[in-house]
């Protein structure tokens, strides 16, 4: 019999790594992705090359929803056709930035849509592991009061400090600043907590930092690596918020992420979260990130800086990924930043 994966975002970055992922699996999926990224950011951040492209790889096995996740009909629909072994909730309004212009929007995606899914399968496959992809931004900018120092090109934390490894489940999420993107995240954050601790479903929060890969559709208010990496090689002036360009990011690639779907389902426990992302592993700065596409692309960036950050936006932020490796030991890095970084550019410049 069968397995089947419903994923949502689809064919966005993580969706169709994950497509592919559980394709090659041999599972059947369903993916939902109607391509708001493009309403968000623009023409240049469509993802529907992605869509195509994923459909064609995956023919036989993919069936493609162009739906608004919240519309709970379509939704029901869905969930009625198979008995979902797996739900991948990637689906979002991703950008701190943009959740200012259309407040409502970005709640009722990230957040409404979230409790109409986690009520779909709670009703139709309450036995499948329902994965759902948050963000480190839940902090809000508590990261922000950190001890930092710093150095010629980055900011970073002493050796001897709690989170030199990087920041741990444990860090609150109260009183600060999470602009409203992360207020959102934080609601479907909570809520797929509370359906796993409270129904006994099997679900997993996944706080992630920065995600990058060659299928990124990166915007200005969304995607760094992807791009800047566009940037330097068409020569678009790039843009530094704040910080001196010394702010840190860990970076993990889709790939590695989808690879930690993949072992969270082989042993799903209830209402559990991890932070993921490159920890100590893969991590930089703007201004190293500069340097780096720089080399790789052999063209010189064009860039400016604008002395005010952007609204909680985060000076240093790397992952403690420890209690995701104490869960599931198994699972490693395939990728670094210079390797992601390598990749990337590989794709612009076919995509130049």
């Known amino acids: 019999m069968s397995k089947h994966a419903l994923i949502t975002g689809s064919a966005g970055l993580v969706g169709s790594e994950a ?12 993916g ?4 708001m990224r493009k309403y968000f950011f623009g023409e240049t951040a469509s993802t ?3 869509q195509e492209k994923i459909m064609k790889e995956c023919a036989g096995s993919y069936v493609h929803h162009e739906i608004d996740i919240r519309n709970e009909d379509a939704l029901q629909k869905i969930f009625r056709s198979h008995p979902y072994d797996i739900i991948i909730h990637t689906a979002a309004q991703p950008s701190h930035d943009w959740a200012a212009r259309e407040p409502l929007t970005d709640f009722t995606v990230n957040a409404l849509a979230t409790a109409f899914l986690l009520e779909q399968y709670r009703a139709h496959c309450p036995d499948a592991t329902f994965i759902f992809l948050s963000t480190n931004k839940v902090y809000g900018d508590r990261p922000n009061t ?5 150095f010629d090109q980055r900011y970073d934390i002493a050796p001897a400090h709690r989170y030199y490894q990087g920041i741990d489940e444990s860090m609150s999420i109260d009183d600060c600043t999470h602009s409203l993107f992360g207020a959102s995240k934080v609601a479907a954050d909570v809520l797929v907590q509370e359906y796993g601790k409270y129904f006994g479903l099997k679900t997993a929060v996944v706080r992630a930092g920065c995600i990058s890969g060659p299928a990124h559709s990166g915007a200005m208010l ?17 843009t530094i918020f704040g910080y001196k360009g010394k702010q840190v990011r860990d970076n993990i690639h889709s790939k590695d992420l ?8 082989q042993a799903p426990r209830c209402g559990e979260v991890y932070n993921v992302g490159g920890g100590r592993h893969s991590n930089v700065s703007v201004l190293e990130a500069i340097h780096k596409f720089e080399k790789a692309l052999h063209a010189k960036a064009v860039y400016e800086f604008i002395e005010a950050p952007r609204k909680g936006d985060h000076i240093w932020y790397i992952s403690d990924i420890a209690k995701f490796k104490s869960h599931y030991p198994s ?22």
């Open 19 to 30: 497509v592919r992922f559980f394709v090659q699996k041999g599972y059947r999926v369903t």
């Open 32 to 35: 939902i992705d109607n391509d």
């Open 48 to 50: 529907k090359w992605n």
């Open 146 to 150: 950190l001890a930092l120092e710093e």
């Open 222 to 238: 969304h995607g760094f690596l992807s791009y800047l990496a566009r940037c330097v090689a068409t020569g678009r002036k790039y």
């Open 258 to 265: 989808v690879n930690m779907f993949w072992h969270l389902h």
């Open 331 to 352: 699972w490693n890095f395939s990728y670094d930043i210079n390797s992601i970084i390598e990749e990337i550019c590989r794709s612009e410049i076919l995509r130049k």
